[in-house]
């Protein structure tokens, strides 16, 4: 009778040795490093043009196929007339057609002219935990592989869609990457952050990606997100001023600008995105920039960009002197604060959501 409850007993060790070697009962975790030496090469760079060529905004995405389609954020790609997307190796491609959208989940699937490409791997979002650990990889600024780590701090639900609340800093232009697991599984897409919080960060779970339907459409006919704002904009009424362009040997060390609020309330959170182009008019470099600072009713404050540009003076054959390029700072967006007094945890959020897209 002994003998036959021993042998039981190594049975059932045996079984469980082999559950915990072969990992049966959860995925091996990766170390970060790992995950992003895999994967930084199935990350992709956004930028989406208007009708001139020109950049309105960046964002980020990643590969979901070998055949060259990307996910990323609706966001991302409303109001462009084109876009084109770029690899950490350098390559470059053009979206041409959306796949699969849904504006209420701020999520798409586009095709792109790249192919051969490796997709990254998906978890089941409906298993995550409190507590998780997490890794976010994006473009913010347009600064290719930017790693950020958290937690999965809660699960969010507004207007019955689901929101992973992370802890991993995020920012505009990592709009549309991918939030991984420790196991190496995407198991969301970040896709917004609130504006009066430090670290409360969300992304659209893994699984709604997976249940998007077949809906092909040009990038022009993208319907626009709805957007419930109670105080509306205009950006006649902030204004960009006092540019100042530091040039040393021909390169752009960086730039000083005014900016004033023409408005009734003071405004924060103003979003800013900056192209740089040649005396010819062509663009040779691009970034963003966030400013939290407030600015009352008709003040100014100024600021400095510290982005490096080569080239930006060049010589001109034609008239046989140097000649140099141009700026224009464009205001992508911008927070109307009326609530003077008031606690910001009682501001009402800007949008429907409660949520600030990233990268608009």
């Known amino acids: 009778m002994k003998e036959i409850q021993l042998n039981t007993i190594q049975k059932y060790f045996l079984v469980?040795?082999?559950?915990?070697?072969?990992?049966?009962?959860?995925?091996a975790e990766m170390k970060t490093s790992q995950i992003v030496e895999k994967y930084s090469q199935s990350i992709?760079?956004?930028?989406?043009?208007?009708?001139?060529?020109?950049?309105l905004s960046l964002g980020s995405g990643f590969f979901v196929n070998e055949n060259g389609d990307i996910a990323t954020n609706h966001h991302v790609l409303?109001?462009?007339?084109?876009?084109?997307?770029?690899?950490?190796?350098?390559?470059?491609?053009?979206?041409?057609?959306?796949?699969?959208?849904?504006?209420?989940?701020?999520?798409?699937?586009?095709?792109?002219?790249?192919?051969?490409?490796?997709?990254?791997?998906?978890?089941?979002?409906?298993?995550?935990?409190?507590?998780e650990d997490i890794l976010a990889i994006g473009n913010p600024a347009g600064l290719e592989g930017t790693v950020s780590k958290g937690i999965i701090s809660g699960v969010r639900e507004v207007d019955d869609i689901k929101f992973i609340q992370i802890t991993a800093p995020i920012s505009p232009g990592s709009s549309g990457g991918p939030?991984?697991?420790?196991?190496?599984?995407?198991?969301?897409i970040a896709t917004a952050y609130l504006t009066y919080g430090q670290n409360l960060n969300f992304a659209m779970p893994i699984n709604y990606l997976k249940s998007l339907k077949p809906n092909k459409l040009s990038l022009v006919s993208l319907p626009k997100i709805s957007k419930n704002k109670s105080l509306k904009k205009d950006d006649t009424l902030v204004q960009v001023f006092d540019v100042f362009q530091d040039v040393s040997n021909g390169n752009l060390m960086?730039?000083?600008?005014?900016?004033?609020?023409?408005?009734?309330?003071?405004?924060?959170?103003?979003?800013?995105?900056?192209?740089?182009?040649?005396?010819?008019?062509?663009?040779?470099?691009?970034?963003?920039?966030?400013?939290?600072?407030?600015i009352l009713p008709e003040l100014a404050l100024q600021?400095?960009?510290?982005?490096?540009?080569?080239?930006?003076?060049?010589?001109?054959?034609?008239?046989?002197?140097?000649?140099?390029?141009?700026?224009?700072?464009?205001?992508?967006?911008?927070?109307?604060?009326?609530?003077?007094?008031?606690?910001?945890?009682?501001?009402?959020?800007?949008?429907?959501?409660?949520l600030d897209l990233l990268s608009k």
């Open 16 to 27: 469980f040795v082999t559950l915990l070697t072969t990992g049966g009962v959860s995925h």
């Open 44 to 55: 992709v760079t956004i930028i989406a043009l208007d009708v001139n060529n020109q950049p």
């Open 179 to 188: 939030v991984f697991d420790l196991a190496g599984k995407v198991i969301g």
């Open 78 to 131: 409303e109001d462009c007339a084109k876009a084109i997307i770029k690899t950490k190796k350098g390559e470059t491609g053009a979206i041409l057609q959306i796949l699969n959208y849904d504006p209420q989940l701020d999520l798409i699937i586009a095709k792109t002219s790249l192919k051969f490409t490796k997709p990254l791997p998906f978890g089941d979002s409906d298993t995550i935990t409190i507590g």
């Open 254 to 294: 960086l730039l000083e600008f005014a900016i004033k609020n023409l408005h009734s309330y003071p405004i924060k959170n103003i979003e800013l995105f900056i192209v740089y182009k040649n005396y010819k008019g062509e663009v040779i470099s691009y970034s963003s920039m966030k400013i939290k600072e407030s």
């Open 303 to 354: 600021f400095v960009n510290n982005h490096y540009v080569r080239n930006f003076e060049q010589w001109d054959k034609t008239t046989e002197r140097r000649k140099r390029g141009e700026v224009d700072i464009r205001i992508l967006n911008y927070k109307i604060d009326s609530t003077s007094g008031r606690s910001p945890m009682d501001v009402p959020f800007e949008k429907k959501t409660g």
